[in-house]
């Protein structure tokens, strides 16, 4: 069975500190993959998104991602947090296979403090 | 004008009650999903509907049951409310299943059986 998984549950950083979430993912097949971000009491929002092309992609407020295939990865970086960026983060994959939704990784929660 | 929404947001319910969340979605998206969120934050997948027919159908209890009335709706109906059902539930939506297309969230709700 596909699966996703996040490497850190809980990262305490300080601001102006570099970020690197680590995520894999096992699927032998085609996959698109994603990072949402889920600010407290909120929604899902995304992050940024991995179909084709440069295995490096840039998000928004400053995020980026490099899926290396080798290594089944797909891991999240920011180079400087700001206190702001205290949310959950959640990895996820799309498999091209029919009949499969949306798998996700169990999330890390991120706490910057100012 | 929001993409996926959804209604309640916020329910407070007893146990054994019967009750509904309905999604709908301005996307023109032809599948629609049910997510749920656990009380550590982790999101599975219950349902999928394309084109109002059930295309994924995970391990769930019999007391829910998803109704797509047409391609933009897709209500969840739950019975018989138990405290494990406390959680927040997902409605999404995306263009189809299994070619790794973005999924949409709704802003979820955040049903509480007491």
């Known amino acids: 069975a596909q699966s996703v998984s996040q490497h850190n549950h809980h990262v305490i950083l300080s601001e102006a500190a570099s970020l690197e979430l680590g995520c894999n993912y096992s699927y032998g097949g085609t996959v698109n993959l994603f990072w949402y971000v889920q600010y407290p009491g909120q929604h899902l929002q995304l992050l940024l998104k991995y179909f084709s092309g440069d295995p490096l992609v840039k998000g928004i407020k400053g995020f980026e991602a490099e899926f290396i295939k080798s290594k089944f990865s797909f891991n999240l970086r920011k180079p400087s947090v700001q206190w702001s960026d205290t949310a959950e983060y959640f990895c996820a994959v799309s498999p091209h296979q029919a009949g499969t939704a949306l798998i996700f990784g169990k999330g890390t929660t991120l706490s910057v403090s100012s | 004008d929001t993409a996926v929404s959804q209604t309640p947001k916020y329910l407070v319910t007893q146990m054994g009650n019967d009750k509904s969340i309905k999604c709908e979605q301005n996307?023109?998206?032809?599948?629609m999903y049910w997510y749920k969120q656990d009380s550590k934050k982790f999101l599975k997948i219950m349902f999928s509907y394309n084109n109002k027919e059930l295309i994924i159908n995970e391990t769930v209890p019999n007391r829910f049951s998803p109704k797509s009335p047409d391609k933009a709706h897709l209500n969840l109906h739950i019975n018989s409310l138990e405290l494990g059902d406390s959680a927040v539930y997902f409605c999404?939506?995306?263009?189809?299943?299994?070619?790794?297309?973005?999924?949409?969230f709704g802003e979820g709700s955040w049903l509480t059986v007491v």
């Open positions: 999404a939506s995306s263009q189809e299943t299994g070619s790794g297309n973005t999924i949409y």
């Open positions: 996307l023109g998206h032809d599948t």
